[in-house]
Structure formats: C-alpha cells, structure tokens
C-alpha cells in the first residue's frame, strides 16, 4: 500500500488567495495537510471522500504528449458550509489533486418549494 499525498493546483491556490486572503491559504493549506494525515493514519478516510459526488469533468494537458484528459472532480466542504474544495482522487497512485475553490452562495443552494 502506498502512502497518500494531497497535492492542489496553482489555480486551486490562486483562488483560495483571491477569496480569502494569503492568512486564509495558510488555514487552507494546514486543513489539506491534516487531511493528509488523516488518509495515511485511518483507512476508513478515503470511503469517505470517495462518497461525496461527482459533481464536474476537469480537464488538464498532459505536458509531454499535449492530450487532454479529462477526471471526475468531487466536492467536499470548507469551514462548514461557506466554501466548497473541488478534488480528483488517484487512487492508483496515491494522489488526491484539489483543483477548484470558491465560496457558496446562497442563490446556489436554494430550496425548491412545492406549489
């Protein structure tokens, strides 16, 4: 078995900066690394980031060969429910890549009521 790593995107970065500042990329970053922790000491971990959905394809270039490839982003949540982080697990290689940041909204969540 291989040890996990949680790994993010200069985008991923760029966008925890642009929303909530460089203090908040620090509490960002230190939530990623405990999540780190908590891949390699409780297997039971991954299940559960494995069960949240699949909520967008991210695309990215291969550097070498130029292709497109697209993975399966999910969505977990950040400081309860203000901020959503978009990831891609490798399970393959140990990886858990986040490649997406921004806030929830309330317009995003809304309740549909019935007539």
Do not use: C
């Not at 909530?20 to 991954?46: C, H, M, Q, Y």
């Not at 393959?92 to 806030?103: A, K, L, N, Q, S």
Request: proline letters at 2%; a positive charge; hydrophobic letters at 35%.
């Amino acid at each position: 078995m291989h040890r996990w790593r949680v790994r993010w995107t200069q985008e991923f970065r760029w966008s925890v900066i642009e929303f909530i500042g460089r203090s908040g990329w620090r509490d960002v970053k230190r939530f990623l690394k405990s999540l780190e922790r908590s891949l390699n000491t409780e297997p039971a971990f991954l299940d559960r980031l494995k069960r949240n959905r699949v909520v967008m394809e991210y695309a990215w270039v291969r550097r070498k060969k130029g292709v497109t490839v697209l993975d399966r982003a999910r969505r977990m949540r950040y400081r309860g429910r203000r901020y959503r982080l978009f990831y891609v697990l490798y399970e393959d290689i140990g990886r858990v890549w986040f490649v997406g940041f921004e806030p929830r909204t309330d317009s995003t969540y809304r309740k549909k009521r019935l007539r």
